[in-house]
């Protein structure tokens, strides 16, 4: 098993960046792809960006593509979401996503171990 803390999130004003964090715990941190989710209110959780184990293969919503950026530090257990230019639709709770894959997913249903979330809040 595998527990994930995100952190990282807060209110920015649109054109502004953030950095996500999420921690990592328990199982061998190298196993797992990791994915980055997120759900506005009233909307379905939607995929953000995914990464797999060594960090060589990522993976991108076109909604986000060329502004979000994700990597892992597999020493420090740890994968990122930077966020550049963002807009207000980018307004979500934010989370992350683990599980064994060979390579990143995009669908929510194939990670099975979740964060608790973290707010960003994008202002116009």
């Known amino acids: 098993q595998v527990q994930l803390v995100e952190s990282g999130g807060g209110l920015v004003q649109a054109g502004g960046s953030l950095r996500l964090s999420c921690a990592a715990s328990g199982r061998t941190f190298s196993d797992y792809a990791m994915g980055w989710f997120r759900q506005a209110p009233g909307k379905e959780r939607e995929f953000v960006a995914a990464i797999n184990w060594s960090g060589g293969t990522t993976y991108y919503a076109d909604s986000v593509k060329g502004r979000f950026t994700i990597s892992r530090d597999n020493a420090k257990n740890t994968v990122y979401l930077q966020m550049n230019s963002l807009k207000p639709e980018d307004t979500a709770v934010y989370y992350c996503?683990?599980?064994?894959?060979?390579?990143?997913?995009?669908?929510?249903?194939?990670?099975?171990?979740w964060g608790q979330g973290t707010q960003v809040t994008v202002s116009s």
């Open positions: 996503a683990a599980d064994l894959l060979t390579v990143p997913k995009s669908g929510k249903n194939e990670y099975h171990h």
